[in-house]
């Protein structure tokens, strides 16, 4: 059972990315999902999360409105669309997997974590 999530790479401020988690080993569908990221020198952080059904999120609110978080239960992945990127967005970001069907911000209600993608953003 695997998580691996995709997508970072350097961007522009100002500019998108799509970051993509997926899953193997088993279906994720009856799970909430979530994503954090960990800057250098700073602890990990929530970013966004979305319920085991895709119909209920929650976002930090350093990146409410600039971020989406959503999922297709049919094919497994949870993705990450990230706009209006800032250079304080730089960080690692990591996908996970909750313990339960709904949304938590608490890193250590997640129970399954993807190795991080690096998203890197110059000003």
């Known amino acids: 059972v695997q998580l691996q999530a995709s997508g970072g790479g350097l961007v522009q401020a100002g500019g998108s990315l799509r970051l993509s988690c997926a899953a193997s080993g088993r279906t994720f569908s009856d799970y909430a999902m979530g994503w954090f990221r960990q800057a250098p020198g700073k602890e990990r952080e929530f970013v966004a999360a979305v319920n085991w059904l895709g119909g209920s999120t929650r976002y930090a609110d350093s990146v409410k409105g600039r971020f989406t978080i959503s999922r297709d239960n049919a094919k497994n992945p949870v993705y990450l669309q990230m706009t209006s990127l800032e250079p304080e967005d730089t960080a690692v970001y990591y996908c996970?997997?909750?313990?339960?069907?709904?949304?938590?911000?608490?890193?250590?209600?997640?129970?399954?974590w993807g190795q991080g993608t690096l998203v890197t953003v110059s000003s």
């Open positions: 996970a997997r909750g313990g339960s069907r709904y949304i938590t911000e608490r890193a250590d209600d997640y129970v399954l």
